[in-house]
């Protein structure tokens, strides 16, 4: 993870980035007056995150600036200001994060963690094809499934519902290129997992009839979340 931090205060940004290298987070401090554009240009296009210390009427142009270089760049902005309008305003810009100072470096270390977790998911997803996103309602495991089915997918959901018991499974985020049907057919043994509970949300006719077929009952099928996490009360 490197991490380039924008600012013009220096001392703070220093001792920040002192406390970063211990972590064994690299960074590098940015003053946008000793800087030409392409330099500026190049140090975020070079960075896995952006830390903005500037006064509050700096902070919505740098946040364009670095979205129009990297709209996915994630930014974590440092501010005196507590006005509403404002971190709102910096939130619908697409920041990750709005930290009041004064504030706890530990603060910073958890999101960049948060950050280099989602990275490393995201390109472990892009390198396998498909992607599962889990969360937690009551009692209950909500699991997106996304991307191409292999066989890893029910590998991995398999796991999750023995951990959980109570599931609920979205499948509208398969694709339907390439169906592997054999696959498909497969999530009719996540039913089978010893006391488990599963349910599946499914809008595509063409996927439900083989599941139907498969012979998972069409009670356990509904159209959307709410639906069927209700559906266990």
Request: proline fraction near 2%; charge should be positive.
């Amino acid at each position: 993870m490197k991490v380039l931090i924008v600012t013009n205060i220096f001392l703070q940004a220093t001792q920040l980035a002192t406390y970063l290298k211990k972590r064994d987070i690299d960074s590098t401090t940015l003053s946008l007056t000793s800087r030409s554009e392409s330099e500026i240009a190049n140090s975020i296009k070079s960075s896995n995150l952006v830390i903005i210390d500037l006064p509050t009427n700096y902070v919505k142009d740098m946040i364009l600036k670095v979205k129009s270089i990297d709209v996915s760049k994630p930014i974590i902005v440092l501010g005196n200001n507590d006005q509403y309008k404002d971190i709102i305003e910096f939130s619908k810009l697409g920041i990750y994060k709005y930290i009041k100072k004064p504030f706890d470096s530990e603060t910073i270390i958890k999101y960049i963690r948060e950050i280099e977790a989602k990275k490393e998911i995201q390109e472990r997803n892009a390198k396998r094809g498909f992607a599962i996103y889990t969360r937690v309602v009551s009692d209950i495991v909500v699991v997106n499934v996304l991307g191409y089915l292999q066989p890893e997918v029910i590998d991995e959901l398999r796991e999750i519902v023995t951990k959980y018991k109570k599931a609920v499974i979205s499948l509208n985020g398969i694709s339907s290129v390439n169906l592997d049907v054999d696959i498909l057919k497969s999530f009719k043994s996540l039913l089978d997992i010893e006391g488990s509970d599963v349910r599946f949300i499914l809008v595509r006719e063409k996927i439900k009839s083989v599941l139907v077929e498969e012979g998972i009952s069409e009670s356990l099928i509904f159209p959307n979340e709410f639906l069927a996490v209700k559906s266990f009360s």
